[in-house]
């Protein structure tokens, strides 16, 4: 069968070299290995021809959070035997589903007892760094597996196989993510300070394996990488591949006993749960001089979407385009203001990942492989099926809201609350903006405290929801800052209406009506 | 030098214009980094930039009106071995105390630290480490 590598029509190139031959090369032991960091000098200073013929192979590096990764563990059979039903490995639920004593377990899956302080990926650590763990396993019992309870202490060299299998690595590129609201927010994209006050991004850039070969022309099923310290495979476009947009994915597989804990670190990100940094590198074969000018990308060409992750949906808005090589001067400019910046994934690992892997070749301990297929170059990434309406703040919010102004008395608010059964009164000012809030336990204080307007005891730093928002957004709000209600705000910040806890228990009638 | 006292001193004291008087005295300018009053009394944290003497002679006005002095040796530290320059930390300090090197290391400079603490939860494998005093 003649492989089918890459999804571009094919053209003639003036420069052609097999995988073949330059493994030849490096047996020989004078194949030209540089890092892709090195290339984008290269093609720029001789052009992709020349960089071409020079170059036989460039390597990629990136160390980052990769939250779709886990490993597949076989524990071998327990005397008397088990089925297992569930599994724990230090508190951790591995995924059991799967035949007796095979289990999957998942970066991101959280301890029973340390919560965000330990989690899947902490596991994966700790087991390549050969620590004991302890094995808890539940099960129903059958007449072939009679036991219902084990537990135990194992590390890898105690158990069968420890394969490192990661459904999503590697993105060819990712988002930058700010932060317009005015609180504080905790994302898998970390910690993201109020009013755009900075900016996380994560890959590495013109160091990132798939943006060197952005038409699937050299990487495919079966191309051996960097995984973690050891050499693994590529086995499957990744989930969620999307070449089109150039957010390509790769699945990867590894045998995780000979992997590094340099490369593969547990991870908590605040607020927000536990992951895997892994570290992965791939080999560039310069096949033609295509490839060589792909892998001659810099960071000035590879852009990306400063995104605002205040919005609690899935489009999120986009604030402007961004280069990598903006991100990684440290500093974006955001309305005129100069931002910090936050990488999230380690340049320097990835730089050295690209220099270890460069090493494995020219000492002949890494030969390229020729893929046995192409990945997809025109697969897209579809949203989420959804058979029933997401309530938003319009649907549910309270339009006719007695407001107050400033000026008003204590007494006419008092008034007020005497007259309607509510407990949140909006003051806006002449315009019908909103300016504060008061409740009845201001009011309550103010009579008792002989305050005389209503300016001088109202909440003027009001949480606010508009009207697009997600009723669980809001939900969230609530329960966050330990308040009943939130006033509905337009861009304007006029108002609109009022969300309160009595308006959400409506929902218990029937979701989205 | 930067040197960093950290001043402790009961509600009582909290009516006296002590730091004031000791500025006036000393013509040192120091830096508050953090204050707070509380029903069990003050506590002010001082970065003072002077010569070691000048420090000496400022510290030991502020004993002689009655206040505790503790001289703060070293408050924050970044575990290099495990810290991987993932940099998460870097958007967050407000003062360029964590800051990136040409080679793209993350490093700290302890006089630039005000204490904040926004780091230390944001370290993905937690290399950041607050030292109370």
């Known amino acids: 069968m003649v492989p089918e590598i890459g999804g571009i029509g094919l053209t003639k190139t003036k420069v052609n070299k097999s995988v073949a031959e330059i493994n030849d090369r490096i047996r020989r032991g004078d194949a030209v290995v540089v890092t892709a960091e090195e290339m984008v000098e290269i093609v720029r200073e001789r052009g992709e021809v020349a960089a071409a013929k020079e ?8 160390f980052g959070a990769m939250c779709s990764s886990g490993a597949w563990l076989n524990f071998g059979h327990a005397d008397p035997p088990i089925k297992m039903q569930r599994v724990w490995l230090n508190d951790v639920e591995a995924y059991a589903g799967v035949a007796a004593v095979d289990a999957y377990i998942g970066a991101t899956q959280l301890s029973e007892t340390h919560g965000f302080e330990y989690g899947g990926g902490h596991v994966i650590e700790d087991l390549i760094r050969g620590k004991k763990i ?6 129903y019992g059958t007449d072939c597996y009679p036991r219902k309870e084990l537990e135990t202490t194992i590390t890898k060299d105690d158990i069968n196989q420890a394969v490192l299998c990661n459904p999503r690595n590697a993105y060819q590129r990712y988002v930058a993510a700010t932060n317009s609201r005015d609180e504080t927010i905790y994302t898998y994209m970390g910690t993201l300070l109020p009013n755009y006050g900075n900016v996380t991004y994560s890959g ?43 957010m390509g994915t790769i699945m990867t597989i590894g045998n995780l006993k000979e992997m590094d804990a340099r490369y593969i670190r547990g991870v908590t990100i605040e607020n927000y749960g536990t992951s895997l940094y892994v570290g992965l590198g791939i080999p560039i074969p310069i096949i033609n001089e295509r490839v060589a000018k792909t892998t001659g990308v810099s960071d000035d060409e590879i852009k990306t979407d400063l995104t605002d992750y205040g919005a609690p949906r899935r489009g999120r808005p986009i604030l402007r385009e961004v280069t990598y090589s903006e991100l990684k001067s440290g500093k974006v400019e955001i309305n005129g203001n100069e931002v910090l910046v936050s990488p999230l994934s380690s340049l320097k690992w990835a730089r050295e990942i690209s220099g270890v892997l460069k090493k494995w070749i020219e000492e002949k301990r890494f030969f390229l492989s020729q893929p046995v297929e192409g990945l997809s170059t025109d697969q897209v990434f579809k949203p989420m099926k959804q058979i029933t309406a997401v309530p938003f703040v319009r649907n ?4 006719e809201v007695v407001t107050a102004k400033p000026s008003d008395s204590i007494a006419s608010a008092a008034k007020i609350f005497a ?17 504060g809030i008061a409740t009845s336990w201001d009011i309550a204080v103010a009579v008792g405290t002989g305050k005389k307007k209503l300016s001088e005891v109202l909440t003027s730093k009001v949480i606010t929801a508009t009207e697009d928002e997600p009723v669980d957004a809001v939900a969230r709000k609530l329960e966050k800052h330990k308040i009943s209600g939130v006033p509905v705000i337009n861009a304007r910040g006029e108002l609109r209406g009022i969300l309160t806890n009595q308006d959400l228990s ?8 | 030098m930067t040197r960093k006292v950290l001043l402790r001193y009961s509600t009582q004291k909290a009516t006296e214009p ?11 300018l120091p830096n508050i980094l953090y204050a707070e009053l509380s029903t069990k009394g003050g506590e002010i944290l001082l970065s003072i930039d002077a010569p070691d003497k000048e420090v000496d002679k400022t510290i030991a006005l502020f004993k002689r009106k009655g206040v505790e002095v503790q001289e703060i040796k070293r408050a924050i530290e970044l575990d290099r071995d495990s810290c991987f320059d993932c940099g998460a930390c870097l958007s967050l300090c407000p003062t360029g105390a964590l800051y990136m090197t040409d080679d793209k290391s993350v490093e700290l400079d302890e006089d630039k630290c005000i204490y904040c603490e926004l780091c230390v939860p944001s370290c993905p494998v937690r290399a950041l480490k607050l030292s109370r005093f």
Do not use: C
């Open chain 1, 396 to 399: 549910l919010m309270t339009r």
């Open chain 1, 134 to 139: 302890d094995v808890r396993a539940i099960a």
């Open chain 2, 18 to 28: 002590i730091l004031a008087s000791v500025i006036k005295k000393t013509e040192i």
């Open chain 1, 506 to 513: 409506k929902l218990l009638g029937g979701r989205g009506r």
């Open chain 1, 419 to 435: 007259k309607r059964n509510f407990d949140h009164l909006p003051i806006v000012d002449a315009k019908g903006r909103l300016v």
């Open chain 1, 204 to 246: 590495s850039g013109s160091l990132s394996p798939l943006h060197n070969d952005p038409n699937y022309e050299t990487i495919g099923i079966g191309t051996r990488i960097f995984l973690g310290g050891a050499q693994g495979y590529i086995f499957w476009e990744g989930t969620q591949h999307a070449p089109t947009k150039t």
């Open chain 1, 55 to 62: 170059v036989d192979i460039v390597t990629t590096g990136t």
